[in-house]
């Protein structure tokens, strides 16, 4: 078995003491920031970006990792406690979660949220661990042109296929690729979109971007609707502890909801939205106590939180196998990658198998770590919530403009941020997705490459797009993904007019 | 029923056609191209063409069902945090250094939040960006812009 030795090699990695601190720093911040509304572990990574800079790349990837599971494992203590969710990951949970500690089962709530956490994450971990080197074996054989074809079939998924509205969520990608085509173009050495300022040369900064859009854009937005009522905190009553009923009810839902996460996690579905509320909508046609959907029922909140944590895995199987970010958080992730000049994919399995598989074992250190941190510690993370707004959005947005000076220390730099914050801003108003907009920059300009380089490989032929069996394939997708939800709509609407 | 045209479709459509025709202008400018397949320009005009689609979506889309509906913002606290962004700003352009730059940007967040207490957040954000500074510009050696009283440390 060359994957369990690989495995072995990677754990030997991943428990040396440097890369258990970092798993360790990684899990409490992510923890932290899942906790915290307003923050998440997308723009924590952004904000960590130029801080590690000059750090290991092992241990910071480690780090963002442990940021990104923690992220999950936090987002279900806010939305059980307060009713509004942390991260739109735990949505689903906030709705039996919160009625569960309004009747005083908040403990065995956060319990079975957690304790599923960790269930979840660590089959979906087994998972990635077995299929990664598989669909390496795969990606292998992929040319040029069937790296753009996939990375279309992620832009249509991303943008237009599970958004509430195609039409927001195209725009969203095509505002990414447009902040992408600006710079130097790689190939001839001309500027693009530049206008003459030195500092767009090199590009827009992802860091930039993403603190702009989630840190200074959530920001403007929460003030803008403070007056729209306050949350009430629910202190966690009687036992954290959960009864024999309370597990015999659980562990199901626990595997269903790993079920639903892991493989919708790895498809470029984007994010963690759709298999939690799959995995709520599953538990509630199952459950046999259907009077209590509603009013707090375990099951509600087991499914949910497996299935966000499964997702988090399923999201590097493609992000590693083929460097394709399918949430928010896994396009910065990427940006971390790149930002070391690392390009994942089947050459970094080949080529750094000590980074690869040692990110990989430390999935598993972090699963047990988050366990540990967030059944016993959950008190200490519930004080954060204490925390006043003002003082806690005001340090956000220091650390926001802070990561942008760090990154590139120039006025025209924190314009931008001001100018990508009011963008935020205007699109949650208007509720136009923000991932698409960063995947857009981020994989935009990989895209392009991987076109010219397909058809100056085909010496301009186009045919060599649909010659490729994978590529004619994935582009046959990407059009199916773009139209149905169009063709969906409009049966919809046919039928009700029916009605 | 009687449905009224959705301005703020009609704004965004006119900035996507807008961003299309920039992308279309600088585009035509770009004269190397490569020797075999595509150029330079052919992303430009995939993505200015795309943008022109998004923006006749949107006309369609401000006489039909508009953009979801949305509450009236408050407008005061936007402008409180942008214009602690501003001086920020300057303050770093001008070489007035990272601390006091970014202790307004959190004495103007935290009013635009509600609070009451200029001066003391205003405090606070001196001892927070001090802390910030002394982590990140000494321990990791990141370069933040210094000032007066950065050159004390």
Same mark, same amino acid.
């Given at each position: 078995? =060359?994957?369990?030795?690989?495995?072995?090699?990677?754990?030997?990695?991943?428990v040396?003491?440097?890369?258990?601190?970092?798993?360790?720093?990684?899990?409490?911040?992510?923890?932290?920031?899942?906790?915290?509304?307003?923050?998440?572990?997308?723009?924590?990574?952004?904000?960590?970006?130029?801080?590690?800079?000059?750090?290991?790349?092992?241990?910071?990837?480690?780090?963002?990792?442990?940021?990104?599971?923690?992220?999950?494992?936090?987002?279900?203590?806010?939305?059980?406690?307060?009713?509004t969710?942390?991260?739109?990951?735990s949505?689903?949970?906030?709705?039996?979660?919160?009625?569960?500690?309004k009747?005083?089962?908040?403990?065995?709530?956060?319990?079975?949220?957690?304790?599923?956490?960790?269930v979840?994450?660590?089959i979906?971990?087994?998972?990635?661990?077995?299929?990664?080197?598989?669909?390496?074996?795969?990606?292998?054989?992929?040319?040029?042109?069937?790296?753009?074809?996939?990375?279309?079939?992620?832009?249509?998924?991303?943008?237009?296929?599970?958004?509430d509205?195609?039409?927001?969520?195209?725009?969203?990608?095509?505002?990414?690729?447009?902040?992408?085509?600006?710079?130097?173009?790689?190939?001839?050495?001309?500027?693009?979109?530049?206008?003459?300022?030195?500092?767009?040369?090199?590009?827009?900064?992802?860091?930039?971007?993403?603190?702009?859009l989630f840190?200074?854009?959530?920001?403007?937005?929460?003030?803008?609707?403070?007056?729209?009522?306050?949350?009430?905190?629910e202190?966690?009553?009687?036992?954290?502890?959960m009864?024999?009923? =309370?597990?015999?009810?659980?562990?199901?839902?626990?595997?269903?909801?790993?079920?639903f996460?892991?493989?919708?996690?790895?498809?470029?579905?984007?994010g963690a939205?759709?298999?939690?509320?799959?995995?709520?909508s599953?538990?509630?046609?199952?459950?046999?106590?259907?009077?209590?959907?509603?009013?707090?029922?375990?099951?509600?909140?087991?499914?949910?939180?497996?299935?966000?944590?499964?997702?988090?895995?399923?999201?590097?199987?493609?992000?590693?196998t083929?460097g394709?970010?399918?949430?928010?958080?896994?396009?910065?992730?990427?940006?971390?990658?790149?930002?070391?000049?690392l390009?994942?994919?089947?050459?970094?399995?080949?080529?750094r198998?000590?980074?690869?598989?040692?990110?990989?074992?430390?999935?598993?250190?972090?699963?047990?770590?988050?366990?540990?941190?967030?059944?016993?510690?959950?008190?200490?993370w519930?004080?954060?919530?204490?925390?006043?707004?003002?003082?806690l959005?005001?340090?956000?947005?220091?650390?926001?403009?802070m990561?942008?000076?760090?990154?590139?220390?120039?006025?025209?730099?924190?314009?931008?941020?001001?100018?990508?914050?009011?963008?935020?801003?205007?699109?949650?108003?208007?509720?136009?997705?923000?991932?698409?907009?960063?995947v857009?920059?981020?994989l935009?300009?990989?895209?392009?490459?991987q076109?010219?380089?397909?058809?100056?490989?085909?010496l301009?032929?186009p045919?060599?797009?649909?010659?490729?069996?994978?590529?004619?394939?994935?582009?046959?997708?990407?059009?199916?993904?773009?139209?149905?939800?169009?063709?969906?709509?409009?049966?919809?609407?046919?039928?009700?007019q029916? =009605? | 029923m009687?449905?009224?045209?959705?301005?703020?479709?009609?704004?965004?459509?006119?900035?996507?056609?807008?961003?299309?025709?920039?992308?279309?202008?600088?585009?035509?400018?770009?004269?190397?191209?490569?020797?075999?397949?595509?150029?330079?320009?052919?992303m430009?005009?995939?993505?200015?063409?795309?943008?022109?689609?998004?923006?006749?979506?949107?006309?369609?889309?401000?006489?039909?069902?508009?953009?979801?509906?949305r509450?009236?913002?408050?407008?005061?606290?936007?402008?409180?945090?942008?214009?602690g962004l501003a001086?920020?700003?300057?303050?770093?352009?001008?070489?007035g250094?990272?601390?006091?730059?970014?202790?307004i940007?959190?004495?103007t967040?935290?009013?635009?939040?509600?609070?009451?207490?200029?001066?003391?957040?205003?405090?606070?954000?001196?001892?927070?960006?001090?802390?910030?500074?002394?982590?990140?510009?000494?321990?990791?050696?990141l370069?933040?812009?210094a000032?007066?009283?950065?050159?004390?440390?």
């Amino acid at each position: 078995m =060359d994957t369990l030795a690989s495995l072995a090699h990677g754990m030997a990695v991943a428990v040396q003491p440097m890369n258990l601190l970092f798993a360790l720093i990684g899990v409490l911040l992510g923890t932290a920031v899942g906790v915290l509304p307003g923050i998440g572990p997308a723009l924590t990574v952004a904000l960590l970006l130029p801080v590690t800079y000059k750090l290991d790349p092992g241990g910071s990837l480690i780090m963002f990792a442990g940021i990104y599971y923690g992220g999950m494992y936090g987002g279900s203590t806010t939305a059980i406690l307060i009713n509004t969710p942390g991260e739109s990951a735990s949505m689903a949970t906030a709705l039996e979660g919160n009625k569960m500690a309004k009747a005083g089962r908040g403990g065995p709530a956060l319990a079975t949220a957690a304790i599923g956490s960790f269930v979840a994450g660590t089959i979906a971990t087994l998972g990635l661990t077995f299929l990664a080197p598989w669909l390496v074996e795969v990606a292998v054989r992929f040319g040029p042109e069937d790296y753009f074809a996939l990375m279309c079939v992620a832009f249509i998924t991303v943008s237009a296929t599970f958004g509430d509205s195609p039409l927001r969520g195209l725009t969203s990608l095509f505002i990414g690729l447009l902040l992408g085509l600006i710079g130097i173009d790689k190939l001839t050495g001309q500027a693009r979109l530049s206008f003459g300022v030195p500092e767009l040369l090199d590009g827009i900064e992802v860091t930039t971007l993403a603190v702009g859009l989630f840190a200074v854009g959530e920001a403007l937005y929460v003030a803008s609707r403070r007056h729209h009522g306050e949350e009430t905190l629910e202190p966690v009553r009687g036992s954290l502890w959960m009864t024999k009923d =309370d597990w015999k009810r659980s562990w199901l839902p626990w595997l269903r909801g790993t079920l639903f996460g892991f493989p919708i996690g790895a498809l470029p579905a984007g994010g963690a939205e759709i298999p939690t509320f799959l995995s709520y909508s599953t538990e509630r046609r199952l459950t046999k106590h259907p009077k209590e959907f509603g009013n707090g029922a375990i099951e509600g909140v087991a499914g949910p939180e497996a299935a966000n944590n499964a997702s988090a895995a399923g999201t590097l199987v493609p992000l590693l196998t083929l460097g394709l970010p399918t949430s928010a958080t896994a396009a910065m992730m990427l940006a971390g990658f790149q930002q070391y000049g690392l390009n994942p994919g089947p050459l970094l399995f080949a080529d750094r198998p000590d980074l690869v598989w040692g990110l990989i074992a430390s999935l598993y250190i972090a699963n047990v770590m988050l366990l540990v941190l967030n059944l016993p510690l959950v008190g200490l993370w519930v004080r954060l919530l204490a925390i006043p707004q003002p003082w806690l959005y005001a340090g956000i947005l220091v650390f926001a403009a802070m990561g942008t000076i760090a990154a590139k220390p120039s006025v025209v730099e924190l314009s931008m941020l001001a100018v990508f914050g009011l963008m935020g801003y205007a699109m949650r108003r208007y509720d136009y997705p923000i991932a698409p907009v960063v995947v857009g920059l981020i994989l935009g300009p990989v895209a392009e490459n991987q076109l010219r380089r397909a058809l100056s490989i085909s010496l301009g032929d186009p045919l060599v797009l649909v010659e490729s069996p994978i590529s004619a394939t994935l582009l046959a997708i990407a059009l199916i993904a773009l139209v149905a939800p169009f063709v969906m709509r409009g049966l919809g609407r046919f039928r009700a007019q029916e =009605d | 029923m009687t449905r009224t045209v959705d301005r703020a479709a009609i704004v965004v459509a006119v900035l996507l056609l807008a961003l299309a025709g920039v992308i279309f202008w600088d585009m035509s400018r770009l004269e190397i191209s490569s020797t075999y397949g595509l150029g330079p320009k052919a992303m430009p005009i995939v993505v200015a063409t795309g943008l022109a689609l998004l923006a006749v979506g949107h006309l369609v889309l401000a006489w039909t069902t508009g953009l979801p509906p949305r509450e009236s913002p408050d407008a005061k606290p936007i402008l409180l945090i942008l214009g602690g962004l501003a001086a920020l700003i300057a303050l770093i352009g001008l070489g007035g250094g990272f601390i006091p730059a970014t202790a307004i940007l959190f004495a103007t967040t935290a009013a635009a939040f509600g609070r009451r207490a200029f001066h003391i957040d205003l405090a606070i954000g001196l001892v927070l960006g001090t802390a910030a500074y002394l982590l990140f510009d000494k321990l990791l050696t990141l370069t933040l812009p210094a000032g007066p009283l950065e050159r004390l440390f």
